[in-house]
């Protein structure tokens, strides 16, 4: 018996498929077994019609295929190549057991990529289960950004046939790099990118709002930005995306394989993911879900980026509440009779909401025509606990005329990497808003001025103790922006000016 070794998807895991195969007397058949889907069973056809196709011979034995654990389910092309290749080497004296193979067979026996088979390897690279892999030569430029792994690209089922043939005299292709500026710091590569596709300067005035920015990109503090219709909470939203901190190679992988996710081709961009679902959408397609298969949601597709919310109230009860918990333990969970998911969901929250239902409860040149109790019932939509996990609270400022341009995203994103990078040197792993229990007693080191101002506050807002670990962590920010190893007075207070009133 031969053995080749291929993956499925399990949840949006990848699980190891050991593909089995043998030749037995007997009336000639061709049988798979393994709990395999449609695209699975119709692989018959094209192997056949691969290896004829070729001028090999198709024995005229018994045989069958397994896929094992035959307990899970599989489904995908990517096993044609092994199951092929193994019928060619089934009577070969040649050790295959440290490789994997994954393609699709054309008719022809050409070899073709597939749309799973980028996250199929970066989850199995994760997992750190796989070495060396003969993958389709049109998906290398792709694949080969995947450390840690010898990949052989083929065009053809012989291609790969020779390969396992004369396995010393083949050569992996070269490893590619992430090409985009980075800095290093402890053996770690952080990625940046200099693109503004929208700038800042773009927003006159609120200089407010633009600080509070820079303070939630910085940390990657959630946020919600409340004002008048057309002040720029919209505005600002879409362009904190290009000013968030740097990516490690780690990050950009994960980022791209929730690309692959969505059917788009992997951009291997530095630039953290931005997704906006509008109010009217259901809590499946935010949180994911599925009636026999969980799929991922918008929360899960905006993991390491932005989950932006406009016109916050408007969204369900039920969405806003079911948001608290990925908000606090940054993953979400979803439980299905077939099947249970949990994904990590480590995302910038960013709200954009009017003060009340018509809007103008703010603004000094127009009438708000709410009454109390409409404006009472607006604001009831977002509960406390939910509020409780936000970090970063602004009244955006009236528009005036004389509002001018002021600072650039390219300005704005400076500070935030000098942040980054003031972080990371004193060996914290996670974003300041990030931060465990244990974690905020070491890097949160509060001066005596800034320890007294910071009890006063507690007994008068009597702050939960949620409440306070987040001042502390904004203030860290604050702290790192101005590159100060001890979190001083000033940094509390300013701190404790974004919290909700």
């Known amino acids: 018996m031969k053995t080749l070794q291929c993956a499925t998807f399990e949840s949006l895991e990848a699980k190891v498929v050991d593909v089995e195969v043998t030749l037995t007397k007997g009336l000639p058949s061709f049988g798979l077994v393994g709990l395999g889907s449609t695209s699975i069973s119709e692989a018959r056809e094209r192997v056949k019609s691969a290896l004829l196709s070729n001028e090999y011979k198709f024995p005229p034995k018994r045989i069958t295929i397994n896929l094992a654990p035959s307990d899970v389910k599989k489904e995908g092309s990517q096993f044609d190549l092994s199951m092929a290749l193994l019928i060619l080497l089934h009577d070969k004296e040649i050790e295959l057991d440290e490789w994997f193979v994954f393609g699709e067979l054309g008719l022809d026996g050409s070899v073709k990529e597939n749309i799973q088979l980028y996250p199929l390897l970066l989850s199995l690279a994760r997992q750190e289960v796989i070495t060396k892999a003969i993958v389709p030569k049109e998906a290398l430029s792709k694949l080969s950004k995947i450390p840690h792994i010898a990949f052989y690209g083929v065009e053809s089922l012989r291609e790969a046939y020779e390969l396992l043939q004369y396995q010393e005299a083949q050569t992996p292709s070269q490893q590619t790099q992430i090409e985009y500026p980075f800095y290093t710091i402890a ?10 596709k929208e ?13 509070a920015a820079v303070i939630a990109a910085a940390g990657m503090h959630n946020i919600i930005l409340e004002g008048s219709p057309g002040c ?18 780690a990050e950009i992988l994960d980022v791209a394989k929730l690309e692959s996710f969505e059917a788009k081709e992997p951009s291997f961009s530095p630039h953290r993911p931005y997704r906006a679902p509008h109010h ?43 948001l608290r918990e990925p908000l606090e333990d940054r993953k979400i969970r979803i439980s299905r009779v077939n099947s249970k998911v949990e994904y990590g969901a480590d995302f910038l929250f960013v709200g954009a909401m009017n003060p009340c239902p018509c809007g103008n409860l703010l603004d000094e ?7 109390d ?11 406390e606990p939910f509020l409780d996990r936000i970090d970063l609270h602004v009244v955006m400022q009236n528009v005036s005329a004389e509002d001018k341009a002021t600072h650039s995203s390219k300005e704005m994103h400076k500070e935030v990497v000098i942040a980054h990078i003031f972080a990371k040197e004193r060996a914290q792993k996670n974003f300041n808003a990030k931060l465990s229990e244990s974690e905020i007693e070491q890097f949160c080191i509060l001066s005596q001025e800034a320890q007294d101002m910071l009890d006063i506050a507690i007994k ?24 100060s190893k001890m979190i001083e007075k000033e940094h509390i207070l300013e701190a404790l000016s974004y919290r909700r009133r």
């Open 199 to 211: 700038d800042f300067l773009d927003v006159k005035g609120q200089l407010v709002a633009k600080r």
């Open 365 to 371: 040149s127009k009438e708000c025509r709410c009454s």
């Open 232 to 249: 720029g909470k919209s505005m600002i939203s879409k362009r904190l995306r290009y000013i968030l901190p740097p990516m490690s190679n």
């Open 373 to 383: 109790v409409e404006i009472q019932r607006y604001k009831n939509r977002l509960s």
């Open 187 to 196: 053996d770690e590569n952080y990625y940046y990118t200099k693109e503004y």
């Open 280 to 322: 009217s959408s259901t809590k499946s397609s935010i949180f994911g879900g599925g009636s026999t298969k969980a799929m991922i949601g918008e929360v899960g597709l905006a993991h390491l980026g932005i989950l932006m919310f406009d016109e916050l109230p408007h969204f369900s009860k039920s969405v806003l509440e079911a």
């Open 460 to 483: 008068r807002f009597t702050l939960s103790f949620r409440g306070i670990n987040k001042v502390k962590k904004v203030a860290r920010t604050i702290a790192d922006l101005v590159q």
